[in-house]
């Protein structure tokens, strides 16, 4: 996960692409009638759980600079 918060754009783009493609195999899957195909949904779930928590992680990093120089500029 550190890699994810140090690297954050490239992160998101790579587990949103990684999100798509498990979605689409799911789909594939299931409409041919491979119903195990649902077993990608777990890792699906893993995915985007971990692309909320960097979404998360860059927005809160993102705002606490920002109070800091209002905070700076008042003074």
Do not use: Q
């Not at 992160?11 to 999100?19: G, H, P, T, Y």
């Amino acid at each position: 996960m550190n890699w994810d918060l140090r690297h954050r754009k490239s992160s998101l783009v790579i587990r949103l692409l990684l999100a798509v493609w498990i979605t689409a195999v799911v789909i594939v899957l299931c409409a041919t009638g491979r119903w195990w195909g649902l077993a990608f949904v777990a890792p699906l779930v893993l995915d985007l759980y971990l692309l909320r928590r960097i979404l998360a992680a860059g927005s809160a990093g993102s705002a606490a600079p920002a109070r800091s120089r209002e905070r700076s500029s008042r003074e």
